[in-house]
């Protein structure tokens, strides 16, 4: 079934490790998303991809980067957790940039202790 | 710069009434505007969308959605409310200007509750 897969689905992670959060999708869609979800604040947009080779910051893009080295796969790094990253992190992707639907992994749930 | 308020972060009905979830948006550009819904656990799935042409919208499930640019508003209804429509619902804008490229603005989102 096409679609995004994000992997893992969940971790528990130490603050001031490193982590990588894996997404990839299998629609060829040229543009990718990373968001947090945190209660009463809904989605909000952490880095984003227009096309391979190009990427942009989001409304909250501090301690996060990513990297877009092929159509498919769009890792999202937190190069030294801390606390405050602690969430649920959604990969989206879209086919011609807004005009379609984003469509979403099933999630990421990521604790910082 | 984008954004969107829903009104009520909790929504209560019976089933079998009808459903409001009350969106409004602000933008610098004509809005794409979309609805989505997360059940537990899982992302977020596509209900509705509206880009262009007719500003009441069908979407899956029995919602629908009407655009009304005067009022800046995209609420979402379903006339008659089931067990299974208890998830959360989100309004989200997407802003085609600019250098945005397509990136959406979610609101808060409002969780949708339905009493037998």
């Known amino acids: 079934i096409a679609g995004i897969t994000q992997a893992p689905t969940s971790q528990i992670l130490a603050a001031g490790r490193r982590m990588t959060l894996r997404c990839t999708q299998d629609?060829?869609?040229?543009?990718m998303y990373w968001y947090r979800q945190d209660l009463g604040l809904g989605l909000r947009l952490i880095h984003y991809?227009?096309?391979?080779?190009?990427?942009g910051k989001g409304e909250v893009p501090d301690g996060y980067s990513v990297s877009r080295a092929n159509t498919d796969d769009f890792p999202l790094t937190l190069a030294s957790a801390v606390p405050s990253q602690t969430s649920v992190y959604f990969c989206?992707?879209?086919?011609?940039?807004?005009?379609?639907?984003?469509?979403f992994g099933d999630g990421t749930r990521l604790s910082i202790l | 710069a984008q954004s969107v308020t829903q009104l009520g972060s909790h929504v209560s009905v019976s089933e079998g009434a009808l459903v409001l979830l009350r969106c409004n948006y602000s933008?610098?550009?004509?809005?794409?505007l979309f609805w989505y819904v997360q059940y537990p656990n899982q992302g977020l799935q596509l209900l509705l969308k509206?880009?262009?042409?007719?500003?009441l919208v069908k979407g899956i499930n029995g919602f629908e959605a009407e655009f009304k640019k005067s009022e800046t508003s995209f609420h979402l209804t379903k006339p008659s409310a089931h067990m299974s429509d208890a998830a959360e619902y989100f309004c989200?804008?997407?802003?085609?200007?600019?250098?945005?490229?397509?990136?959406?603005?979610f609101g808060q989102g409002t969780i949708l509750t339905v009493h037998p």
């Open positions: 989206a992707s879209s086919d011609s940039g807004g005009i379609q639907p984003q469509h």
């Open positions: 629609m060829r869609h040229n543009a």
């Open positions: 991809s227009n096309t391979a080779g190009t990427t």
């Open positions: 933008s610098s550009v004509p809005p794409y």
């Open positions: 509206y880009t262009t042409g007719a500003t």
């Open positions: 989200a804008v997407s802003d085609l200007g600019g250098t945005s490229y397509g990136k959406l603005t």
